[in-house]
């Protein structure tokens, strides 16, 4: 029998035990509901709400029946429909009328609500570790490929030379404001919402501020209809999610790109790639590519919850069932994505010669010739002509600008001089760049000393 079912009159359907059910997904909650129900119950005891021995009595059980739980020896049922009356469920078999007086001064709205909160908090804190030992690889990879210089792109074209470290730093830029994202998106989530009871609060003299304390939050919920309907703490996490897959997917397209025969960049490990089933020849980057592909996955579960919540009215809704699948897939994704790929980082060869190769072809110092008539008196859009015609000659002629004779580049401006060629070696290029946030290689030692320091605090 449901604990709900005094107003009915007959059993629920068997498929809308089945359609009713979030059992099936709510069941990794078991942890948190249990913490939240021993809270309570200390509570309950601690304000005379029920007797001191039954409040002692529960939260011994509910102890018991979390290593049970643990241990494999408990079958979680379908009609009781969710985590909490599973929960419930176990411990009225076990200790009778007693069990039944935990419920007291709460409802599953608010319960809901609490475990949704603290699993995602725990979960947060689990994810942000991972996304820390991420931005570690990230700087090992840095430190060690200060003066590996490699074309920088714009529209997949090259642009100007610039260094490996300082393309790395990039991604640990995101990596970071994806943590700080964390970090400011664990402050809104940690406000207990137990005590809004079904919506309008109850008449029982709760003490909500010693519950929130027992369970680590930061405070309560101060409008008890907002505290079992709002799921915005659910969405900010899932955006914060698809950031993180965002930055993933942007690497992972680098990856593939760098690990192909007409880039050449990287070789990546063989333990982080896979085969062909019929050329025998392939090296496929597939943990690169199901990363990229997962980001749509994450994309989609963030969708989902917006429209889950866009229309429903005050208070709580069965709609709001629907968040948890959305936000434990989009969680669980990210979290098989996220070491993996930093293995796969971690494990790859850099082709310094290529990247090299690579960095002198394709004019990647044309800006510095431009800025080095700029440094002699050429405004620069003058600058800019001369070496645009400087480019299309070479081009013809099958030459870098590098290669021109000292009579070539007078014939395009008298402001040339020996000292030209010194100005435009791409290390010049480089290291010429020292305005904060340049790849020059004194700049980037500096940021991967500081973000060290951010690593290690």
Known sequence: MKLWSGRFSKATDERVDDFNSSIRFDKRMYRQDIQGSIAHAKMLGRQGIIPEADSELIIKTLGEILEDIENG???????????????????????????????????????????????????????????????GTVLRVAEANIETIMPGY??????????????????????????ER?????????????????????????????????????????????????????CEMAFVLSMIMVHLSRFS?????????????????????TGSSIMPQKKNPDVAELARGKAG????????????????PLAYNKDMQEDKEQIFDALDTVKMCVPVFCKMIDTMKIRKDRMLKDAKEGFTNATDVADYLVKKGLPFRDAHGVVGRMVAYCLDGGKAIEELTMEEF???????????????????????????GGPAFENVRGVINEYKKYYNA
Request: proline share 1%; glycine share 8%; charged share 30%.
């Open 154 to 179: 714009t529209h997949l074209q090259k642009a100007q030379p610039i260094t490996l470290a300082h393309h790395f730093m990039a991604y640990f830029e995101m990596f970071k404001r994806d943590r």
């Open 182 to 234: 964390l970090a400011d998106w664990r402050k809104r989530l940690n406000i207990m919402p137990l005590g809004s009871g079904a919506l309008a609060g109850t008449t029982y003299p709760l003490d909500r501020e010693f519950v929130a304390k027992e369970l680590g939050f930061d405070g309560v919920t101060k409008n008890s209809l907002d505290g079992v309907s709002d799921r915005d703490f659910v």
């Open 410 to 436: 007078k014939t395009f401006s008298d402001l040339f001089g020996e000292d030209i060629y010194g100005a435009i070696s791409l290390e010049s290029c480089v290291n010429l760049r020292t305005v904060t």
């Open 73 to 135: 020896k408990v079958e979680f049922l379908i009609d009781a429909e969710d985590i909490h009356m599973n929960i419930e469920t176990i411990l009225i078999s076990r200790i009778g009328d007693t069990g039944k007086r935990l419920h007291t001064g709460r409802s599953r709205n608010d319960q809901v609500a609490l475990d949704t909160r603290m699993y995602l908090r725990d979960e947060g804190g689990e994810l942000d570790e991972m996304l820390k030992e991420l931005m």
């Open 297 to 312: 996955r994450v994309f989609g579960s963030l969708m989902g919850l917006l429209t889950v919540m866009k229309g429903l």
């Open 253 to 273: 397209e680098e990856i593939i790109l760098w690990s192909s025969g007409e880039f050449g960049f990287v070789e990546l490990d063989d333990a982080f790639s």
